[in-house]
């Protein structure tokens, strides 16, 4: 899975020092994505994105639902 490729990435970056220096010179996340794929790791630039993206859900509530308002 993509996502478990992307972990293995952060946490090998983790453990080596010259992975983050070597990762830091990367001029785009395609060409990050590039670097990685050379170095074994198994995921694409739109899978790098949901991995590593952010999702905030949007919820209709009235502002008397909102503690402090």
Request: proline letters at 3%; charged letters at 30%.
């Amino acid at each position: 899975m993509a996502q478990n490729e992307v972990v293995r990435l952060f946490r090998d970056v983790q453990a080596y020092p010259e992975l983050k220096d070597k990762y830091n010179t990367a001029s785009s996340l395609e060409d990050l994505v590039a670097m990685a794929q050379k170095d074994g790791y198994d995921f694409t630039v739109e899978e790098w994105l949901e991995a590593t993206s952010f999702k905030v859900e949007e919820y209709k509530s009235q502002l008397s639902e909102i503690p402090g308002i």
